[in-house]
């Protein structure tokens, strides 16, 4: 689930007719800003300052980037013209200009290559090859006649670089649009036209698009198409199939609507509201096709420029570019979703040519294709399968059918927990005395051959739910299996050689919560000065995680110094070997 901050404004805008694009700086923290014709600022987004900028008088026509190969920034004049600059360039007229025989549409910046030189009629050209060939430098077009780019995007697989563009034309007085997609020769930057493909983007309704956007993820690319019926498509570039991702609720799509990419599987949108009195930002996932989440907004900007950068989205509002940082969040309750997914209803009938299958490319347990022919549920499934492997003490086989299931139930998940406990004979074990405990419980992490010790780790893997689990452990577990999980998850948590991810980190704090709310009675009725060692291990524990983000914060300034290329040195007089006096003559 997204949630959203306060809104900024970055900066203001001087025509919103003739703003031209936002763009990533050498500096993760700025981005910049083609306000005009003739202005391009440098703005560092944390507190919205400018920190740079250039003017010219010769007219920008396109976003300017920056050139990581060559430190240098470059932008497109007068349509036909580069210029490259460095950051302490003061008047971009003394610039050297490279004046191409082409119109040029964009430039694209790429990670560690040079940036890519789109022209108008669909070709490309690396940077340094275009400059240096620019006097001679034709080629065909790949556009029909009438037809223009309206959206363009180059990605890397593996070691081969791809572009792809959308396009719109006119045939019989409406609006048509194509995916076209090509690979990239590496020294030229040119398309390998052999290679080139185009996918035409329709639908069998009387619909009309309204929204496009190019995304690339898992080394593959796609083509999110919205609809005027509130259908979103998408395209498989690779592959050509379309699927349909579902409806989008609470934006209107009777005037165009601007998509952006935000993050794991995560789409904005800004268009009207449903009752055309106003704006909305619409975060819509992709994966589930429901709406999580809608930014009210006063003002609608027709065909406005939408961005990602750093968490933070900026738009192109009336008269500013407005900023809404945001963050995206993933938690395992579904409430957050409820009333989010509207019900469309398909006004066509589509017709399906069945033909035979291929047999699947994993493997499924027998007995769960057994039973899932009776109808049973995921849960009953897990909780059918996993007792009798329980009473044979089968860990390996236990973990291997617990990879078949997402949703384990939580009495299943304590008798687990329990099991992995009673594996480890623990009663042969002190936890007071720390060096045993800690050799211990290094054992139990980094021996991975042993069983048992997978086993338990495996579990405290697993999501849960508070409420449900509660009560299993405080039936199942005994107070020194309690003390023994407390202290091992605080040394998991604590021991900078034991490498836990974050998604691990975030399930053994979850554990540590749950176990302390569960005995928390016994913790506080009994006497026994094992617990109040335990307890005080994982006050510690949880004293020495909290300094940590403390010492972080007091540094992060320190290191912003440092990026900036400021001095972290505080001068004082009583520090230094020598003194200043100052004399009148």
């Known amino acids: 689930m997204a949630k959203f901050h306060n809104y900024y404004v970055l900066c203001p805008l001087i025509d919103q007719k003739s703003f031209l694009g936002v763009s990533r700086d050498k500096d993760s923290g700025n981005v910049l800003v083609t306000l005009g014709k003739n202005v391009v600022n440098k703005y560092r987004l944390s507190d919205q300052k400018q920190v740079g900028g250039w003017t010219s008088k010769d007219h920008i026509t396109g976003t300017v980037v920056y ?26 007229d003394k610039v050297k200009k490279y004046k191409f025989p082409l119109n040029i549409l964009k430039l694209i910046r790429r990670q560690k290559q040079p940036p890519l030189i789109i022209f108008s009629n669909g070709n490309c050209a690396s940077l340094p090859y275009a400059i240096e060939n620019r006097k001679t430098y034709e080629s065909k077009s790949i556009l029909k006649d009438g037809e223009e780019i309206i959206d363009t995007f180059c990605l ?85 199939q379309w699927e349909v991702v579902g409806t989008v609720p609470w934006i209107s799509t009777m005037s165009p609507v601007s998509l952006a990419y935000m993050e ?150 304590s008798v687990l927990l329990r099991h992995a406990i009673n594996l480890l004979r623990l009663n042969e074990v002190d936890i007071t005395d720390k060096e045993a405990a800690v050799s211990l419980f290094n054992d139990l992490f980094h021996n991975e051959t042993q ?13 849960f739910s508070d409420a449900l689990l509660i009560s299993h452990l405080r039936e199942l577990l005994m107070l020194s299996d309690t003390l023994f999980l407390m202290s091992y998850i605080s040394h998991l948590l604590t021991d900078p050689l034991i490498p836990v991810g974050v998604e691990m980190e975030d399930k053994l704090c979850d554990w540590c919560i749950l176990l302390m709310d569960a005995f928390y009675q016994q913790f506080v009725m009994t006497k026994d000065e094992k617990v109040t060692q335990v307890l ?40 230094l070997s020598y003194s200043i006096e100052m004399m009148e003559i």
């Open 264 to 413: 794991k599987d995560h789409l904005i949108l800004f268009g009207n509201n449903l009752d055309n009195d106003g704006a909305v930002i619409l975060v819509y996932n992709v994966l589930l096709g429901i709406g999580s989440y809608r930014y009210p907004m006063k003002m609608y900007s027709d065909n406005a420029k939408l961005y990602c950068i750093k968490k933070r989205i900026l738009l192109e509002a009336t008269n500013h570019i407005g900023m809404l940082p945001y963050v995206l969040e993933s938690n395992r309750n579904l409430s957050s979703l409820l009333g989010s997914h509207e019900i469309g209803k398909d006004e066509y009938t589509k017709v399906a040519h069945w033909a035979k299958t291929k047999d699947p490319n994993y493997n499924v347990n027998n007995e769960i294709k057994e039973l899932i022919k009776y109808g049973l549920t995921e849960r009953s499934i897990c909780a059918q399968l996993i007792t009798p492997l329980l009473q044979k003490n089968s860990a390996d086989k236990i973990k291997k059918l617990l990879n078949n299931f997402r949703d384990i139930p939580e009495s299943v998940l």
């Open 536 to 575: 005080e291990n994982v006050l510690n524990s949880v004293l020495y995680l909290t300094n940590q983000l403390f010492k972080i914060d007091k540094f992060l300034p320190v290191l912003n110094k440092l990026l900036n290329g400021k001095s972290t040195d505080e001068y004082n007089d009583e520090k």
């Open 156 to 240: 890397t697989i593996g070691k081969t670089d791809f572009l792809c563009y959308v396009t719109k034309y006119k045939k019989d007085d409406q609006d048509r649009y194509e995916i076209i997609h090509c690979q990239i020769r590496d020294e030229l930057g040119d398309m390998d036209k052999f290679k080139l493909a185009r996918i035409k983007v329709t639908r069998l309704e009387n619909v009309y698009v309204v929204g496009e956007l190019i995304v690339t993820s898992n080394n593959k690319y796609f083509v999110y198409i919205l609809w005027n019926d509130s259908k979103m498509t998408v395209c498989d570039v690779e592959t050509k």
């Open 67 to 92: 050139d990581e190969e060559q430190d240098s920034y470059v932008g497109v004049f007068n349509n036909n013209t580069i210029k490259k600059w460095t950051e302490d360039s003061e008047n971009l």
């Open 451 to 463: 069983r048992q010790s997978q086993l338990l780790n495996y579990v405290l893997q697993i999501s």
